[in-house]
């Protein structure tokens, strides 16, 4: 089941994909990496899922990523006496902490922590930022508005904050929940959503506590003025372009996508581009060429993964997606333009001795036209070094740990294999030829660049660099 390109594709599992042959298909089809959205379904549901993927893991001997996207807290208008109202550009409406039902001249906004953090000024979006308001007066419990843009309201439609930083941590009591389940299910990615400043990432890393790795969901504006800080904190990046279009001007999302892919290729951390990539296969057979530029644009700037959302939760074609998107992906690399992006937007390496070895393996792999990189890592920081330098050929990324290699499936352009522990770079070298020949990514006669850290097991102490030959 080696995947004959480098990035990723992200499958979320839902209502259409919940038994073993729909998840089977999908895994067939292309996708590398599933989504539990803990916005919908029980955990019975989320549990049988998990459960099937990692019976497909043992079936198909491939690591299999598995991402538990939390909800994250939702900003809610309350109830209207007529479960709905019509607001009129101009008028001035109010939004307050009372209970009583909304009427055309107010609502309830059972939310403190937005009266807390507004100001004259500042924009209320409701509705998908279908209606906007603008507030002109704020006191501990109340806002005064006036409509922008107007339109019907009705009950429970969702609040947008776009222009402040909320006293509001990312966690809810629901978060904590799922977090605790999909924990004990041994997820391999918590995905946090509402990521307002680096302080969320740290308080979700203090609860997991290294059980999983960390995904920031950007999702808000405001976390795009920390965008270097949180990158660093976090293990991945996720852009969720439906909510950021929400509360920024449409025109501004492809500039901070590309911003985004940047921050986290510099960083070394893998980047997930999604929503709506291939929206309108959700009820049809092909999507729109808008829709293939869209994935393709996402590949030619260096992300490592694409995600499929309704399409493979709810869509009527949910394989044909996942291999729409695989072929998508494999023509865009073929494109002698993307290796010359590549080429062109690579990073400098860090002063360290492990950037020097990881460049140098890439630079070897080049002069000597190596098949392979193979990198040995306990931790992953040697493989997801060797992803940051987008070489020409792909990456064996051997590890003892399962959980090493089912996170590292996100990363681009590896194809990573659980082995068994080693203890000398000499059965390094021995396991590294036999799992490149069992692979099939490489044959008798061919080069490969090996790198490591000596001592094995030691966190970014990569410092070996061989070449070898597969005999």
Not at 276 to 300: C, F, G, K
Request: hydrophobic share 45%.
């Amino acid at each position: 089941m080696r995947r004959f390109r480098n990035g990723k594709i992200v499958a979320t599992l839902g209502p259409a994909t919940s038994d073993k042959a729909a998840i089977s298909a999908l895994f067939e089809a292309g996708a590398d990496i599933f989504r539990m959205n803990f916005s919908h379904g029980a955990h019975e549901d989320h549990a049988t899922r998990i459960g099937i993927v990692r019976e497909l893991e043992a079936q198909f001997h491939r690591p299999i990523g598995i991402i538990a996207d939390l909800q994250g807290p939702k900003l809610r208008v309350g109830e209207f006496a007529d479960g709905a109202l019509q607001l009129e550009v101009g008028n001035a409406f109010r939004l307050d902490l009372e209970r009583a039902l909304g009427d055309a001249r107010r609502a309830p906004l059972p939310h403190s922590e937005v009266f807390r953090a507004l100001e004259p000024g500042m924009r209320l979006l409701m509705d998908d930022g279908r209606i906007h308001l603008e507030v002109t007066e704020v006191g501990a419990d109340y806002a005064e508005t006036t409509v922008i843009t107007g339109g019907e309201l009705s009950n429970h439609k969702g609040v947008n904050v776009p222009d402040a930083v909320l006293e509001l941590s990312s966690l809810t009591a629901k978060d904590r929940e799922d977090m605790r389940f999909a924990l004990q299910s041994k997820v391999d990615w918590i995905a946090l959503s509402f990521v307002q400043r680096p302080e969320d990432i740290a308080e979700a890393r203090k609860l997991i506590a290294g059980r999983a790795a960390v995904m920031a969901k950007l999702e808000k504006p405001m976390a795009l003025n920390s965008l270097e800080e949180i990158v660093s904190l976090c293990d991945a990046v996720m852009v969720a372009r439906g909510d950021l279009g929400v509360e920024m001007p449409t025109e501004e999302v492809p500039i901070q996508q590309k911003r985004i892919i940047s921050a986290c290729r510099s960083a070394g951390k893998p980047v997930i581009i999604a929503t709506q990539m291939l929206d309108s296969m959700v009820h049809a057979p092909t999507p729109t060429r808008a829709e293939a530029s869209d994935v393709a644009t996402a590949i030619y700037d260096g992300a490592d993964a694409v995600m499929l959302s309704a399409e493979t939760a709810v869509g009527d074609y949910a394989t044909e997606a996942v291999a729409m998107m695989d072929r998508i992906i494999a023509r865009v690399e073929k494109d002698p333009f993307y290796g010359q992006q590549m080429d062109a937007t690579r990073l400098p390496p860090e002063a360290t001795a492990a950037d020097a070895i990881t460049t140098a393996a890439r630079q070897v792999s080049h002069t000597i036209s190596a098949a392979i990189i193979v990198t040995f890592t306990s931790t992953g920081s040697t493989t997801l070094r060797a992803s940051r330098e987008r070489p020409l050929v792909p990456i064996l990324g051997l590890t003892p740990r399962a959980e090493t290699a089912r996170r590292l499936v996100l990363a681009w352009g590896v194809h990573a294999v659980e082995t068994e522990d080693l203890h000398t770079f000499g059965d390094m070298v021995v396991t590294a030829i036999r799992v490149a020949k069992n692979e099939e990514i490489a044959d008798v006669g061919d080069a490969m660049a090996i790198t490591a850290g000596v001592p094995f097991g030691t966190p970014g102490a990569t410092n070996i660099l061989r070449i070898a030959w597969v005999e």
